[in-house]
Nanobody, 122 residues
Framework: VQLQASGGGLVQAGGSLRLSCVAP????????MGWFRQAPGKERVFVAT????????SYDDSVQGRFTISRDNAKNTVYLQINSAKFEDTAVYYC????????????????WGQGTQVTVSS
């Protein structure tokens, strides 16, 4: 199963961007979905996660209040809305699917997308 992330690009500091991730071939509505990011030379870190039903979500402190994760099970798609972008949000963003509720560690996810680059200009 290969997830397909899209929506990345160049955004000015303070601007907004919405990432999408489609999961064809996955029983999407039974998986918790997460977003992670990896900056150059750094490890992959947790950004946000949403439960299989969409009723619960969790965020890293660095994005709390600026990012919103959501999902549309009818479209097999999870979203990450980025608002008030900061230079330090620059990274490759990865979506992932897993069985652990509100997992914040990459090892808790089973399937991954290829990543989409987000670059914030200061």
């Amino acid at each position: 199963v290969q997830l397909q992330a899209s929506g990345g690009g160049l955004v000015q500091a303070g601007g907004s961007l919405r990432l999408s991730c489609v999961a064809p071939g996955l029983t999407f509505s039974t998986y918790n979905m997460g977003w992670f990011r990896q900056a150059p030379g750094k490890e992959r870190v947790f950004v946000a996660t949403v439960s299989w039903s969409g009723s619960r979500a969790s965020y890293d402190d660095s994005v709390q209040g600026r990012f919103t994760i959501s999902r549309d099970n009818a479209k097999n798609t999870v979203y990450l809305q980025i608002n008030s972008a900061k230079f330090e949000d620059t990274a490759v963003y990865y979506c992932a699917a897993g069985r652990i509720l509100l997992g914040n560690n990459p090892s808790q996810y089973d399937y991954w997308g290829q990543g989409t680059q987000v670059t914030v200009s200061s």
